[in-house]
């Protein structure tokens, strides 16, 4: 009985591996920048699970922001085979059609990643994604999820304490309905790529920043020079897509498949909790003036907040009118921002 169990289990590994089809390595270009907080984490603990996970025979390869190719060419590589697959940031690609930018980033809606990861798991995020690039690359990308991993903190360097402070900054900010929320409070909103950011406010190109978490700030030197971080964040929660090239998708089976779905949801929920444990712990330094010297970090008041959110609400529904996949997707988040009583 005993010689029949490990037989039995053994065989069942090498049925499970052997689905997976030997040698499958996605390599994948992501939004973070090298040095990253996330990217260190991701690569550190959870590369290394799925190999184990799927026994050797489906590997992850997680390559910095523009290391392959440039951050807004991300799509046409995975469809074309030259990525595997994408981390990136769906508001990058606003500018193909406003629906990545409604899917990319509601600005000052959710409250905290967990409910915007929700939304695309169980309330059609990720139907809306999938339908918007199989019509701009049919058949060539499958999604296997998305959402924010953090709220974002903002730098600046100058101190923003209201929605009026927003008046006149020259501020980075991503293209779609981040850009037109700023624009709407009187920012000059400017797209540049996360790893030219730090450069871009050292130059004072740009005042401030809608950037990452305050843990990646942190990492990359964004709050050494811009010491006026606004934190808990105001805005944004930048939703970072995972899509495989279509072809590798199907061939790594329903075995292989479902080890990668499970492999994401877990990964990103982990690093959700550990980006926030991070943030709350290099916050508490600097508040008491054992992190990072000169750092004040603001609070806005729940009346600013709501006064941002009013703003942002009339973006929502302004860029959801821009396309057919656009309106299906701002319905879609009121729809479930209703569920979970964010909207009445």
């Known amino acids: 009985m005993k010689h029949y169990l490990v037989g039995?289990?053994?065989?069942?590994?090498?049925?499970?591996a052997g689905a997976a089809h030997a040698g499958t390595t996605i390599k994948l270009q992501?939004?973070?920048?090298?040095?990253?907080f996330s990217l260190n984490y991701l690569n550190t603990n959870w590369v290394p699970k799925l190999e184990a996970m799927t026994y050797?025979?489906?590997?992850?390869?997680?390559?910095?922001?523009?290391?392959?190719?440039?951050?807004?060419?991300?799509?046409?590589?995975?469809?074309?085979?030259?990525?595997?697959?994408?981390?990136?940031a769906v508001a990058y690609f606003a500018g193909r059609d406003p629906v990545f930018g409604i899917l990319g980033d509601l600005i000052a809606g959710y409250d905290t990643p967990a409910q915007k990861q929700m939304f695309f798991r169980f309330g059609g995020g990720n139907e809306v994604l999938q339908k918007a690039w199989d019509k701009h690359?049919?058949?060539?990308?499958?999604?296997?999820?998305?959402?924010?991993?953090?709220?974002?903190?903002?730098?600046?360097?100058?101190?923003?304490?209201?929605?009026?402070?927003?008046?006149?900054?020259?501020?980075?900010?991503?293209?779609?309905?981040?850009?037109?929320?700023?624009?709407r409070v009187g920012a000059a909103p400017t797209s540049i790529p996360f790893p030219e950011l730090y450069t871009a406010l050292e130059k004072k190109v740009v005042?401030?920043?809608?950037?990452?978490?305050?843990?990646?700030?942190?990492?990359l030197g964004f709050n050494k020079i811009a010491k006026y971080p606004l934190y808990p964040g105001i805005h944004s929660m930048a939703v970072l897509q995972f899509v495989?090239?279509?072809?590798?998708?199907?061939?790594?089976?329903?075995?292989?498949?479902?080890?990668?779905e499970t492999w994401y949801y877990a990964a990103w929920t982990d690093m959700t909790r550990a980006t926030d444990i991070q943030d709350r712990k290099l916050v508490a330094a600097d508040r008491a003036g054992t992190g990072t010297p000169g750092v004040q970090i603001i609070?806005?008041?729940?009346?600013?907040?709501?006064k941002l959110?009013?703003?942002?609400?009339?973006?929502?529904?302004?860029?959801?009118?821009?396309?057919?996949?656009?309106?299906?997707?701002?319905?879609?988040?009121?729809?479930?921002?209703?569920?979970?009583?964010?909207?009445?």
């Open 8 to 16: 039995a289990v053994a065989a069942a590994a090498i049925s499970v």
């Open 30 to 36: 992501t939004a973070n920048a090298a040095g990253s």
């Open 56 to 88: 050797g025979n489906i590997k992850i390869d997680i390559r910095p922001s523009k290391s392959v190719v440039p951050h807004r060419e991300t799509p046409q590589a995975v469809a074309a085979g030259i990525l595997q697959g994408d981390l990136n």
């Open 137 to 183: 690359f049919p058949g060539k990308m499958h999604v296997v999820g998305a959402g924010p991993f953090a709220k974002e903190a903002f730098v600046s360097t100058t101190p923003i304490r209201t929605v009026a402070d927003f008046k006149g900054l020259k501020l980075r900010s991503p293209e779609g309905m981040a850009a037109e929320v700023f624009r």
């Open 207 to 219: 005042d401030a920043a809608d950037a990452s978490s305050y843990t990646n700030n942190t990492a």
């Open 244 to 260: 495989i090239n279509k072809s590798v998708w199907d061939k790594i089976g329903p075995n292989g498949q479902a080890a990668l």
């Open 299 to 306: 609070d806005w008041a729940q009346e600013e907040r709501d």
């Open 309 to 344: 959110r009013e703003v942002a609400q009339g973006a929502w529904e302004d860029i959801g009118k821009q396309s057919p996949l656009a309106k299906e997707a701002y319905d879609a988040h009121v729809a479930f921002m209703k569920t979970l009583g964010l909207l009445k």
